[in-house]
């Protein structure tokens, strides 16, 4: 069964990495998917529905429910020629396939000197906002952060869920894709998507509102909870400039410091725990490389130091909001 892909249509989220990881599949030959209920069941979202149908059970796998082995097996196919696609049924899991990343997979190219590649892309539904609670609610991408050897991306709309999905399938070492579940079918951010090839370049952030008081920075799900102060602070007399950094792992530092060399003022927003979180890592070097553009303190919205409630007003409690954001850019821009 052949994936359609109308291109007058506006895409989803979901559609457009359906569509990368199918168009990748037809362009590589040596191209695999593996992971738990991805061929039959088409995955627990659907991301990898009818892949099994086109390109059969030699290149779509249904594995054990077992990270581990899931990734291990991965590691050794790309050891062979193939490229991989592994997906975590969600990204909470990934841990249990924790040590075959980390000291397996993320290493190889380092340990032979770079003369081994690993082609593998590890992508998995992650993300708060929408009740799935402690078990299906994370964002552990500081885990892999701490991990060289790695490059972490979080794409936040259905063009560059496509063009960043590409671009990682075609790398020649390991990608970790932080897909936000809860922006799968979010009908507010469908895009019309090129009819022609395209990727969006690992390690490039994005600049989607220019502004000249204060630069929020983000990505994944905040970038429209970013979007949302904006909105705010334009009432109340100030312009925010908005940057989705894209790729967590590496990450674009050049283009939040030219931004911060114009606004003076830092915001950084993410949806994971705010010990050891990846926005205090980008606090951390902004104020190493752009310490004498800041006029005031910048400053980090994130998740509360807990786990993810499920009942929903504790949910969102815990979680970053516009009116978070919001507040925090005021006091910011009002020093």
């Not at 990734?71 to 790309?78: D, I, M, N």
């Not at 078990?135 to 991990?147: D, K, T, V």
């Amino acid at each position: 069964m052949a994936i359609a892909v109308t291109p007058d249509t506006k895409k989803n989220y979901l559609t457009a990495l359906k569509e990368a990881i199918a168009e990748e599949m037809a362009r590589n030959p040596d191209m695999i998917c593996m992971g738990e209920d991805i061929g039959a069941l088409g995955g627990a979202f659907g991301v990898t529905d009818g892949l099994i149908a086109q390109y059969g059970r030699e290149r779509v796998y249904d594995m054990p429910i077992s990270e581990a082995a899931i990734v291990g097996t991965a590691c050794g196919l790309c050891l062979n020629g193939k490229t991989v696609m592994v997906e975590m049924q969600f990204i909470d899991f990934i841990s249990c396939g924790f040590d075959q990343i980390v000291n397996m997979t993320a290493t190889y190219h380092y340990r032979t000197a770079g003369e081994v590649n690993i082609p593998m892309v590890i992508r998995g539904p992650a993300g708060a906002y929408g009740g799935g609670a402690l078990y299906h609610s994370q964002m552990n991408e500081a885990w892999f952060a701490n991990s060289p050897g790695l490059k972490i991306i979080c794409p936040s709309t259905p063009y560059d869920a496509k063009g960043l999905m590409k671009a990682a399938l075609r790398d020649p070492n390991p990608v970790i894709v932080y897909e936000i579940k809860d922006l799968y079918r979010k009908r507010e951010i469908e895009e019309v998507l090129p009819e022609e090839d395209y990727v969006v370049p690992l390690g490039k952030a994005k600049v989607v509102q220019e502004g000249d008081d204060v630069t929020i920075v983000t990505y994944g799900q905040n970038v429209y909870h970013a979007l949302g102060a904006a909105e705010k602070l334009k009432e109340e007399g100030f312009s925010a400039e908005v940057i989705d950094i894209r790729t967590i792992v590496p990450l674009d530092e050049d283009t939040i410091v030219e931004s911060l060399k114009k606004t003076n003022r830092l915001v950084v927003v993410n949806e994971a725990p705010r010990t050891c979180g990846f926005a205090g890592e980008l606090l951390s070097r902004m104020t190493e490389r752009a310490f004498e553009y800041l006029d005031a303190p910048p400053v980090r919205i994130t998740r509360m130091d807990t786990p993810v409630p499920w009942v929903k007003p504790l949910e969102l409690y815990v979680l970053p909001s516009v009116a978070k954001i919001t507040e925090a850019a005021l006091k910011v821009c009002r020093y």
